[in-house]
């Protein structure tokens, strides 16, 4: 009988009977971002709930089977707050800085292997998308070109007339 510790006046089967009759902790699979995880014991999920990692409408489940319901439905203690140990504060960790691009980097084009059809039928589109602008902006130019000639005509007809008076 090594490594067993007999009390004195309790039988082997009676001790037996009170261990496997003792609480059972329960384990829950806990459900985050479309996969569950787990099982974790009653006391971590509590430990989760006042770090604020899950809240009452987390899904969940017994790990030993059972539907997805949520936290509340299975833990309605949690809420009221009164188990719930002290919140473990995690070390904030500031995100790592993006990569710094030094401006002495230089980039350089060695070669381009662009077909001439290619080129040209580049060239032919920004041709086509110049000539639509052009003709929208057509009717604002031929306006502002009639104000230009109104105005030297107006000055060269007051020049002018001076000569015909005596």
Request: aromatic share 10%; proline share 10%; charged share 15%.
């Amino acid at each position: 009988m090594s490594g067993q510790i007999i009390l004195p006046g309790v039988s082997k089967s009676r001790l037996i009977v009170r261990r496997t009759t003792g609480r059972h902790m329960k384990t829950y699979l806990i459900k985050f971002s479309d996969h569950e995880e787990g099982p974790y014991a009653e006391a971590q999920v509590a430990q989760m709930f006042a770090d604020g990692r899950i809240d009452r409408n987390t899904p969940c489940k017994p790990s030993d089977g059972g539907e997805w319901k949520t936290i509340d439905d299975y833990l309605p203690m949690l809420k009221y707050g009164t188990q719930l140990p002290p919140a473990i504060k995690a070390p904030v960790v500031p995100p790592a800085p993006p990569p710094v691009l030094l401006s002495s980097q230089r980039v350089s084009v060695v070669d381009l292997d662009i077909p001439f059809g290619s080129l040209l039928k580049i060239m032919f589109k920004w041709m086509a998308a110049a000539l639509v602008v052009f003709c929208c902006f057509l009717p604002v130019i031929f306006v502002l070109w009639l104000i230009v000639a109104a105005i030297f005509a107006a000055l060269f007809s007051g020049a002018m007339s001076t000569f015909h008076h005596p």
